[in-house]
Nanobody, 121 residues
Framework: QVQLVESGGGLVQPGGSLRLSCAASGRIFSINTMGWYRQAPGKQRELVALITSGGSTNYADSVKDRFTISGDNAKNMMDLQMKSLKRDEAAVYYC???????????????WGQGTQVTVAS
């Protein structure tokens, strides 16, 4: 069994900052990538940021220079620092992980339950 637990969501004013965290636990041999996605009401889920086990990062164009993703391989944890948040970035933010449960096993994609981010004054 694998668990991804997100934390750090909440209410923030436009232009404000928020930090999300994700902790992965359970039967995990190795994690290839971890990422953050978001889904606003009536919209498709979209990629926000990804980080590989080697530390390479990838961001959606809309969040570059404002969001920073970081990871701790030893702890299977990942953070997303968000700055200058905009109203239309209010959404449920989901943590994801692509991992192997054992040596030589296929990779699996797993999702957290999501954490709500509300951007409002």
């Amino acid at each position: 069994q694998v668990q991804l637990v997100e934390s750090g969501g909440g209410l923030v004013q436009p232009g404000g900052s928020l930090r999300l965290s994700c902790a992965a636990s359970g039967r995990i041999f190795s994690i290839n990538t971890m990422g953050w996605y978001r889904q606003a009401p009536g919209k498709q889920r979209e990629l926000v940021a990804l980080i590989t086990s080697g530390g390479s990062t990838n961001y959606a164009d809309s969040v570059k220079d404002r969001f920073t993703i970081s990871g701790d391989n030893a702890k299977n944890m990942m953070d997303l620092q968000m700055k200058s948040l905009k109203r239309d970035e209010a959404a449920v933010y989901y943590c994801s992980a692509r991992f192997r449960p054992g040596w030589g096993t296929p990779v699996y994609d797993y999702w957290g339950q999501g954490t709500q981010v509300t951007v409002a004054s």
